[in-house]
């Protein structure tokens, strides 16, 4: 491979970056649920939630039925670039809705969730072709903007200010300029057009039959765990590996997904409870998010992708779980303190973020590289599952009061969720 090749699939990986930096918005959530709790919006906890859950489903929706065939077919540069376009109008058609509830369900919820679902799965499908040496470490990379893209688009909102630590010193963000949330939807949708496009144009498959320069591809005998398989969406959903996987990620989605949705409104509760003042409460919890939460997120991304090279994707995985199962239910007794809440928001997050690392290296290595792009969408669907539970439970326990009942449950499933992982072997391909 020439060095023009090689400098082109890096720049691949760039675009997938500045892609998913813009997709992380959905983990922004968190910086308007309270916002929106208040006038003019008055919304429930539960109502944040239920448009949290609605984006969650349509971008899980959207990937397996539209993106992951259409990319295949149209290549991944005109796939993203929808996505991006699709994603901006919701934002701007949110901003648009005034105080409707249903304005913004369909705006933030319904299209921003499709869009994406569109765009998302472009970049992984494009990098495990270009990368098929290196899928744990490339696609924790490549996504690994999707949980700091968080970080950016909530600290835009308040200030760049970390516990003591302010980055922007007389500056409160786009709320201490007098920026309504309506305003704000209607910036983020602008720039989530304008950039995906951008990264859209670096997403190109490589040449059909290339490959690394001093790669050697895998042989019969290493081919059933390593991507040389490939198994159609029918062939791969009849095998109870992809069931186990599909289980294991509805589990980590859940757990995941229900923290970012509540962190703020359970933070805010859980520390005045203990006698913090609010404000400094309303401080410590966007810190928890928009900092530990969203910046562990990301680097979980490439940790535990890196490390998944080194151990094998079902050994990783059931790691992040058993720490995901204790820290969710050790979470909910130290949330009520500042670096407890700093602690439980990091390792969640961190494990949170692994998740979309190891299971898109996971469906490659049991289900085949070539149809990553097809088949990885259909695991993805476990994320629409865990997007509508556990953004709904924490609402709904969260308005009756009784975080446990949210936080406990959650810890549990993830530590069964180890144990199913123990199980998990190669699929056998049962050929024709």
């Known amino acids: ?59 899980a929706v959207v990937m397996a039925l539209i993106a992951g065939k259409w990319q295949k077919k149209v290549g991944p540069r005109t796939v993203a670039l929808t996505g991006g376009l699709v994603l901006g109008v919701g934002y701007v058609l949110a901003g648009l809705a005034g105080s409707s509830y249903l304005g913004i369900l369909v705006g933030v919820g319904v299209l921003g969730g499709a869009g994406i679902g569109l765009a998302y799965v472009c970049p992984i499908a494009a990098l495990v072709k270009w990368f098929p040496d290196k899928k744990g470490m490339i696609t924790g990379l490549a996504v690994a903007g999707f949980g700091f893209g968080a970080l950016i688009w909530i600290k835009l909102t308040g200030g760049f200010r970390f516990g003591p630590v302010d980055l922007t010193p007389g500056w409160e963000g786009l709320y201490g300029m007098g920026w309504s949330v309506n305003n704000i939807f209607v910036l983020y949708g602008i720039l989530f057009a ?42 791969m959903v009849a095998t109870p590996q992809y069931w186990m996987l599909f289980s294991l990620f509805v589990v980590g989605a ?17 520390l005045t409870g203990n006698g913090i003042d609010p404000t400094k409460a309303n401080i410590i919890t966007g810190t928890a998010m928009g900092l530990f939460y969203a910046l562990m997120n990301g680097l979980g991304r490439i940790v535990w992708g890196t490390i998944s090279d080194k151990t094998g994707r079902k ?48 469906t490659a290595d049991y289900f085949g590289n070539k149809n990553v792009g ?50 998990l072997k190669a699929p056998k391909k049962i050929e024709a």
């Open 1 to 59: 491979m020439s060095d023009q090749k090689v400098m082109n699939r890096w720049l691949v990986v760039v675009g997938a970056i500045l892609i998913q930096l813009c997709l992380g918005a959905i983990y922004a959530w968190s910086a308007f649920t309270k916002k929106l709790t208040i006038d003019p919006f008055n919304l429930s906890k539960t109502q944040t939630q239920v448009i949290f859950a609605v984006g969650l489903l349509s971008f």
């Open 194 to 235: 304008v950039l995906v496009g951008i990264g859209a144009m670096f997403m190109i498959n490589p040449p059909e039959g290339w490959t690394p320069a001093g790669w050697i591809p895998p042989s019969t005998s290493e081919a059933a765990t390593s991507g040389g398989r490939d198994f159609s969406v029918g062939e």
């Open 254 to 270: 859940t757990a995941g997904l229900m923290v970012i949705g509540v962190i703020k409104l359970f933070g805010i509760d859980a």
């Open 315 to 362: 050994n990783a995985i059931v790691l992040m779980s058993l720490i995901q199962g204790v820290m969710m239910i050790a979470f909910f007794f130290v949330g009520g303190t500042e670096w407890g809440l700093y602690l439980g928001a990091a390792v969640i997050g961190f494990n949170f973020g692994g998740n979309f690392a190891l299971f898109p290296a996971a």
């Open 374 to 423: 097809t088949n990885y969408p259909w695991v993805f669907m476990a994320y629409g599952v865990g997007g509508l539970v556990g953004p709904i439970l924490g609402g709904r326990m969260g308005d009756s009061q009784a975080w446990m009942y949210a936080f406990i449950p959650a810890g549990i499933a993830c530590l069964v969720a180890a144990a199913i992982g123990m199980l």
